[in-house]
């Protein structure tokens, strides 16, 4: 399909990935909100949990984002054909590295971090629920394939329904199964870790079950096993490598940061994990806008329109904000509010309102700082992504280690470290793009 840059269509794009970007943090934020009312360990560890299963994921990641990319450029040309050929190479390797990290992660998580925490009681929290939540795996990495098919045929609103199948499963699963209610048993981290499952489950199912129903599994030829295409696949490789770096990089950046913070003890982690609860929903805006532009400035570029980038990442970045500082202001100006979602000890929630100060702050600079970074990426110009990551992490771990052990700052100072973050990556991502170097880059 070929996409028109207007306010319009940008938005029609956007507004149900908005939506749908929430099936990327639900099952966190309402696994973190559910056992902040469990237990206090179990709310230290679910944040670790989480910045583990993102390390895991890296490679699906950037193999979800490969398939984007070219899927959106096959699109643009209008080509169907190609495009499920390469969709279809795309979900084979996708399902490879799902099995792959599946016994990884079951056999070998425990020894691989036994060293890496000093409370016992959280590392033993986080092993229960990643050798359980990892099974879910392989329906999370095909659902994302089929998102990001639903992307580059500018056909986002079924992602809604996903979303919702996804959130109502987790919802209610947490409820049963965490407390041990609705004639369920009580499980209280594992319990959460198989809600985490069925919920994928069940967006996939969802996805599956319209492709089917509109036609694209015969018309694009989705998921039909046919020759294997090792050119193709060495295509995918090579623009998903450093994409899957890139994610690898960014997961290991919270999994470092959230290190740092355990050792400063159980109640200054639980309040992190309430903090990155916000922040990752005041995020969910920026990532779903910039998933329309890593598509649309790949598919943009398949129309031959590349001249037109500039004006359409301009448009995005004003919707962009028109979404993001309404609910940054609501959050800063009714902290307690926001972080009671997410937790019901006053002590708690005082604790962490310097952060989320600093959390807000991030989240209004990361709207362009991750578009320039998203149209890098959707011209194919990985490498430099990756490069820009690296720097953004440095800054990142150098401020939050400075701030919690040189400086002694409280959690607020701590969070500051992404602010400058984002920072970085804006600078530098703005100048690669102004370079044009991303012009030299086929896919």
Request: with cysteine.
């Amino acid at each position: 399909m070929a996409f028109k840059p207007t306010y319009r269509g940008i938005w029609g794009l956007s507004y149900p990935l908005i939506v749908a970007a929430v099936s990327e943090t639900v099952v966190e934020v309402t696994d973190t909100a559910f056992l902040a009312r469990y237990g206090l360990t179990e709310l230290a560890a679910i944040g670790l949990a989480g910045a583990l299963y993102a390390v895991a994921l890296f490679p699906v990641v950037g193999l979800v984002d490969g398939i984007q990319i070219t899927v959106g450029r096959r699109a643009g040309e209008e080509r169907p054909r190609a495009l499920g050929q390469a969709f279809n190479q795309g979900a084979g390797l996708l399902l490879a590295a799902a099995l792959l990290l599946i016994a990884l992660v079951v056999l070998g998580l425990g020894p691989a971090t036994a060293g890496l925490f000093t409370l016992p009681a959280v590392h033993a929290a986080v092993d229960d629920y990643l050798t359980i939540a990892i099974l879910g795996l392989p329906f999370h990495a095909l659902g994302l394939a089929l998102s990001a098919f639903y992307v580059a045929i500018a056909r986002t609103r079924v992602l809604i329904g996903a979303t919702a199948a996804l959130a109502v499963t987790n919802i209610v699963l947490d409820y049963g199964l965490i407390f041990g209610r609705l004639g369920l048993p009580e499980l209280g981290m594992q319990g959460a870790a198989l809600a985490s499952v069925a919920a994928e489950a069940a967006a996939f199912a969802w996805l599956l079950a319209d492709a089917a129903r509109r036609g694209y599994l015969r018309s694009h030829a989705l998921f039909r096993p046919g020759r294997w295409d090792g050119a193709l696949a060495r295509r995918l490789l090579t623009l998903s490598a450093p994409v899957s770096a890139d994610a690898l990089v960014e997961s290991l950046r919270w999994f470092a940061f959230f290190v740092l913070i355990e050792r400063l003890g159980e109640a200054t982690l639980a309040r992190a994990n309430i903090v990155y609860s916000c922040y990752a929903l005041l995020l969910l805006p920026v990532d779903a806008f910039s998933e329309t532009v890593c598509s649309m400035v790949s598919n943009l570029i398949g129309q031959g329109r590349a001249d037109e980038l500039r004006r359409f990442l301009g448009r995005t970045m004003r919707l962009a904000f028109a979404v993001v500082l309404p609910l940054a202001a609501a959050a800063a100006l009714l902290p307690e509010t926001a972080l009671g979602v997410f937790a019901d000890d006053p002590a708690l929630i005082a604790g962490a309102v310097g952060a989320l100060f600093a959390a807000v702050a991030a989240a209004a600079l990361a709207v362009p700082g991750e578009t320039y970074h998203s149209a890098l990426a959707g011209a194919g110009d990985t490498p430099a992504v990756l490069a820009i990551q690296l720097a953004g992490t440095a800054a990142v771990l150098v401020w939050a280690w400075l701030a919690a052990f040189v400086l002694g700052w409280p959690l607020g100072g701590v969070w500051a470290a992404e602010i400058a973050g984002w920072a970085v990556v804006l600078l530098l991502a703005r100048a690669r793009f102004a370079s044009g170097r991303w012009r030299r880059v086929a896919v």
